[in-house]
């Protein structure tokens, strides 16, 4: 499968509008070749770049979306933090990292490097019946021997010391 996003390419720099910085958007996916048999969706966004800290998850998990209907093939920006969507899409949310329902964008620690932002795109060939507020740990569980094709889209983010951002 493919996966991509309409406002930053595979390995480029995720827009300040979807980060923890600025709007806190989560950012338009759209995605394709989507393989026969597919029941539904699901969507981990995670940075296996954080630092790691006891007690808690590694890689940092910043959204999980999953029953996503096999109809659908794009998410628009923006959705909002709901643990069940009606609209504009059909899905449910889980916990992200910081204890969130949702897609909590980039904010990697200040002078801590270019982080990379993974979005894993599953295709299942089973539906989840997975209630909202899952942790991406029951989430993996549930897909487990249920994978039909993963998409990746890496996206990059980093603060500079004193808040400053790179320019191109």
């Known amino acids: 499968m493919r996966l991509t996003s309409s406002t930053f390419q595979m390995n480029g720099?995720?827009?300040?509008?979807h980060s923890g910085e600025g709007d806190d958007l989560s950012p338009p996916l759209e995605w394709s070749d989507i393989p026969g048999g597919t029941r539904e969706f699901a969507i981990i966004c995670e940075d296996p770049d954080a630092p790691v800290r006891a007690g808690k998850e590694h890689p940092f998990v910043h959204w999980t979306i999953y029953n996503l209907s096999p109809n659908v093939s794009s998410l628009p920006e923006g959705l909002p933090a709901f643990e069940r969507m009606e609209l504009p899409v059909r899905a449910d949310q889980g916990i992200n990292s910081m204890g969130n329902v949702g897609y909590n964008g980039p904010m990697p620690p200040e002078g801590h490097g270019v982080h990379h932002y993974r979005f894993t795109l599953y295709a299942l060939d089973i539906e989840l019946a997975l209630p909202p507020r899952a942790r991406k740990e029951e989430l993996v569980q549930a897909?487990?021997?249920?994978?039909?094709?993963?998409?990746?889209?890496?996206?990059?983010?980093?603060?500079?010391?004193?808040?400053?951002?790179r320019t191109a």
């Open 13 to 17: 720099e995720i827009p300040k509008r």
């Open 143 to 165: 897909m487990s021997g249920h994978v039909l094709a993963i998409g990746k889209l890496v996206g990059t983010y980093e603060r500079l010391a004193g808040g400053e951002r």
